[in-house]
């Protein structure tokens, strides 16, 4: 099962032509929502609930459908190369810089001792 995993890590690696790797299936500029979900399955196990359970991350993409006619390529063939790993070199990520932070202005107390404004409030409220 490595093996080939690994084969079609590769095989998707040599057909990409860029640094983000989509599925085959996803159309390029049409709106995308993206859904993940970490689905913990905690069962009893014998070192105690953190020990041992299953856990995975599930996702789906979700596009309108397109009904352009779009002709598939074909992928390259997997070659058997007996690796059960890859090597793939970590992305460059963009150079963030901080500033200073921008946002709302403090809010303001309001002195709620005064009969007006809590007889205000009241009367909200009644409604």
């Known amino acids: 099962m490595e093996e080939i995993s690994a084969a079609l890590c590769l095989q998707k690696l040599a057909c990409t032509d860029g640094d983000i790797l989509l599925p085959s299936n996803?159309?390029?500029q049409v709106f995308t929502?993206?859904?993940?979900?970490?689905?913990?399955?905690?069962?009893?196990?014998?070192?105690?609930?953190?020990?041992?359970?299953?856990?995975?991350?599930?996702?789906?993409?979700?596009?309108?459908?397109?009904t352009e006619?779009?002709?598939?390529?074909?992928?390259p063939p997997v070659t058997e190369t007996k690796r059960r790993s890859i090597d793939v070199p970590p992305p460059t990520l963009p150079t963030y810089n901080v500033d200073q932070r921008?946002?709302?202005?403090?809010?303001?107390?309001?002195d709620l001792e005064e009969d007006d404004i809590t007889h205000t409030a009241r009367l909200k409220n009644m409604i």
């Open 26 to 28: 996803l159309h390029h």
């Open 33 to 66: 929502t993206l859904a993940w979900d970490n689905i913990d399955r905690l069962e009893e196990t014998l070192s105690g609930v953190g020990g041992g359970a299953s856990r995975r991350v599930d996702g789906i993409a979700v596009q309108a459908k397109v």
């Open 69 to 75: 006619s779009s002709e598939v390529e074909p992928l």
């Open 102 to 110: 921008e946002g709302p202005e403090p809010s303001r107390s309001v």
